[in-house]
């Protein structure tokens, strides 16, 4: 059985960029999430998330399908309990997650390893313009910065993406993964 890891960052940080970069190294797979929110242009269905509509995830929800459920704006999130057991029975994988989906996690899976990555405010608000999120998404987005910047201490390793240095960010984690799953 794989490891599981947690990625927390703040929106905007180049979680998904990092984590999906290292999935195509074939370090880790990604556990792919549920969501109720619109998806968004270069999205696809099963690669970014599944996409569901509200009615549907609280059904789920409610029968105890997923192993985290929460919402952030005003949409739902949560990853299925059969979607993590599959992808730790394959090795390794990743999920991302805000900080109320890595605590309920980590009740179920206590020892996943939690990584959480930042960068600072103005460039994760810069990020997020330039991938298509609206000026109110983004204005509302980063509005959760500052609270979401307190739980770096919750996490086993908190790494710093440094404006225009992604690649030093992918390699130091590749070098925690690696060292994880080694133990």
Not at 161 to 174: A, D, L, M, Q, S
Request: hydrophobic fraction near 35%; glycine fraction near 8%; charged fraction near 30%.
């Amino acid at each position: 059985m794989g490891k599981l890891y947690l990625i927390t960052a703040p929106s905007g940080c180049g979680k998904t960029t990092v984590a999906r970069k290292l999935a195509e190294k074939g370090l880790w797979k990604e556990i792919v999430s549920t969501t109720t929110r619109k998806m968004r242009n270069g999205e696809e269905e099963g690669r970014d998330y599944h996409f569901i509509d509200t009615k549907t995830f609280i059904a789920k929800r409610d029968s105890g399908e997923f192993a985290e459920a929460v919402s952030y704006g005003s949409s739902f999130y949560g990853i299925e309990n059969g979607v993590i057991e599959k992808a730790l029975n394959e090795g390794d994988a990743y999920a991302i997650v805000e900080y109320q989906g890595f605590k309920q996690i980590r009740k179920k899976y206590p020892d996943s390893i939690g990584i959480f990555i930042w960068m600072e405010k103005n460039y994760c608000l810069a990020n997020m313009l330039l991938r298509g999120d609206s000026i109110e998404q983004a204005v509302n987005r980063i509005a959760k910065y500052d609270d979401e910047m307190l739980d770096w201490t919750k996490y086993d390793y908190s790494v710093k993406n440094n404006h225009g240095e992604i690649e030093k960010t992918i390699e130091f984690i590749e070098n925690i993964v690696k060292t994880e799953s080694a133990q």
